[in-house]
């Protein structure tokens, strides 16, 4: 398929997202999410063929705190789509005491259409859709949201499930800390799926039930029978959650992903964790690879949704900026 096959198959699908932004999947309609997924599915029938489809769009990688997943993902995904890459990091805010807003508004003078950031805290990448009329993408913010995780874990379901409506996924862990269970949770709502969730009482934000409809059971076995996804997540040290917890070994013995929990949930069921994997933690170290793991998978697509949300903001309508909210 050249540029013009691929550009058409791509158009009959295409129509504007309805927010010009992608910080939460709040702002998306059930119609932005099945579009993206649509085009998710042709992007990635191109695996990393080359197209000039965003020959001309700039695109700036903003990230202040590591990935190895997210970034690499957008990179492959805006180059093998032609589009102009640029890339800065952690170290310009702390060593120049650069203002967070003046970064981004400084990548955006360089006329980027898009730019993808991730922060360590809640709600900047919101913020800087405000200051800026480059379209944000959030690709993490802090403990909040990380929706083009749930847009490409909602590819992977929907490979194995091709009608997602009231499919149950139980979530395992760290609850409390974690933006992909914060956007995650958000587009199981919207697509209709049931939402349960299992972790320590330690690890669980209150109001879990009323916010994000999810049930919540204190163990695995409980949980797991009736189950079509197994999403795992880690404990994540870094935001401090080790002192919710007596020791990642009592955690594994309650909580961890086994061949024998796994069995437990519906033949059918797949196995998905948006890594890092912490192996023999959350996941026993031969489930990452075992026939009902999708783990790779959820990679491979980061790619081929990473290329639908470029894609569909660079060839929706100019962002206006709104003049109401200026944090300098
Ligand atoms: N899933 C995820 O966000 O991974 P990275 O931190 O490696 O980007």
Do not use: W
């Not at 490979?159 to 395992?172: A, H, M, N, Q, Y």
Request: net charge neutral.
């Amino acid at each position: 398929m050249n540029d013009a096959a691929l550009q058409s198959a791509l158009e009959k699908v295409f129509r504007p997202l309805s927010c010009p932004d992608v910080v939460s999947v709040d702002h998306l309609t059930r119609a932005d999410v099945e579009m993206l997924l649509e085009l998710a599915k042709l992007f990635k029938a191109k695996k990393t063929q080359k197209f000039s489809l965003l020959k001309g769009t700039s695109v700036g990688l903003a990230f202040f705190e590591s990935s190895t997943r997210t970034k690499s993902s957008f990179d492959l995904a805006g180059k093998n789509l032609g589009a102009d890459m640029i890339s800065v990091g952690s170290g310009t805010q702390e060593k120049k005491g650069e203002n967070f807003f003046d970064v981004v508004q400084n990548i955006a003078a360089m006329n980027m259409r898009i730019i993808v950031l991730r922060t360590a805290a809640s709600g900047l990448p919101e913020q800087a859709s405000r200051v800026t009329n480059a379209h944000i993408i959030n690709a993490g913010d802090g403990t909040h949201e990380h929706p083009s995780q749930a847009l490409l874990d909602m590819l992977t379901i929907s490979e194995s499930f091709s009608d997602p409506r009231g499919k149950v996924i139980t979530v395992i862990g760290d609850i409390l800390h974690s933006r992909v269970f914060g956007s995650l949770a958000r587009i199981v709502r919207l697509l209709e799926m049931e939402l349960r969730v299992v972790a320590p009482y330690t690890l669980i934000p209150e109001e879990l039930e009323q916010t994000f409809g999810a049930r919540f059971y204190s163990n695995l076995e409980k949980a797991l029978p009736g189950t079509d996804v197994v999403y795992a997540l880690r404990v994540q040290g870094e935001r401090g959650a080790s002192g919710y917890i007596p020791t990642l070994r009592e955690y594994s013995r309650g909580y961890g992903i086994t061949a024998a929990r796994l069995r437990m949930a519906n033949p059918g069921a797949i196995l998905m964790h948006p890594g890092p994997i912490q192996r023999d933690t959350d996941i026993a170290h031969e489930l990452v690879q075992h026939p009902q793991s999708r783990i790779y998978t959820q990679v491979e697509n980061g790619v081929a949704m990473r290329k639908a949300l470029l894609y569909a903001l660079a060839s929706g309508p100019e962002k206006e900026l709104g003049t109401h909210f200026s944090p300098l």
